[in-house]
């Protein structure tokens, strides 16, 4: 069955340094978003990119954040600079182009000291 | 923001009986409603939805019901087994023409479900 695949399951980083978060959404689908989860709380809905652009974004997602799909498999999450608050569950997900369902990956767990 | 709500942190429920989750919102342009199971250090793992126009969606051993006039959702799961044993969150979906259908999902904070043999 296909599904969503997320690199790295786990990254360490110093605050203030760039990180790059990797998805590889399932093939056929039009819809790619980011979601993330700080330990303890909801998951929340960071951004939507449908045909080479962001569709939409959160008040979450600001000038730090970028998104990239570079080719026609995968899906990217820049943080420029990261900040002690950006340490959570980072999760990537797809979706058909009808339908709600999105599929989510494994996740990526961003740890900022 | 509490636009989706699950007010019960955990529910323990003995092996084969029936497992009742609860779901309330608050936003009337939600049109669609996703339930999700989570296991630690794994992503949300979709099991079933339901459309605002339906009032239950069943498969298999999980049913959805929604009463939109209360704007309360419930996810029932019979029989209960260990293997359900797993974080469940309720999420929802609203149309917004500005964003073309992006359909972000809007989750509750989850359910704790331990089902004990």
């Known amino acids: 069955e296909p599904e969503v695949t997320q690199t790295p399951s786990h990254q360490v980083t110093q605050m203030g340094q760039e990180v790059i978060l990797r998805c590889v959404p399932i093939?056929?689908?039009?819809?790619f978003y980011w979601y993330r989860q700080i330990l303890g709380q909801k998951v929340e809905f960071l951004v939507s990119?449908?045909?080479?652009?962001?569709s939409e974004k959160s008040e979450i997602f600001d000038d730090q954040f970028s998104v990239e799909r570079p080719d026609g498999s995968n899906f990217t999450l820049k943080i420029r600079s990261t900040k002690l608050e950006d340490s959570a569950m980072y999760f990537c997900?797809?979706?058909w182009g009808t339908g709600v369902t999105q599929y989510f990956g494994p996740g990526t767990r961003l740890t900022v000291l | 923001d509490q636009q989706v709500k699950q007010n019960s942190p955990s529910l323990s429920v003995q092996e084969g009986r029936i497992s009742i989750l609860n779901c309330d919102y608050t936003?009337?342009?939600?049109?669609?409603f996703l339930w999700y199971k989570k296991y630690p250090a794994e992503g949300p793992t979709f099991l079933i939805s339901?459309?605002?126009?339906?009032d239950k969606n069943e498969d298999g051993r999980f049913t959805v019901f929604l009463n939109k006039s209360a704007k309360h959702l419930s996810l029932h799961i019979v029989p209960s087994q260990p293997g359900d044993s797993a974080v469940y969150f309720c999420?929802?979906?609203?149309?917004?023409?500005?964003?073309?259908?992006?359909?972000?999902?809007?989750f509750g904070s989850g359910t704790q479900l331990t089902v004990l043999p």
């Open positions: 997900a797809s979706r």
């Open positions: 093939s056929n689908h039009l819809y």
């Open positions: 990119f449908y045909n080479n652009e962001i």
């Open positions: 936003n009337s342009m939600f049109d669609y």
């Open positions: 339901i459309s605002s126009i339906k």
């Open positions: 999420a929802a979906s609203a149309l917004q023409i500005s964003s073309g259908s992006a359909r972000q999902l809007t």
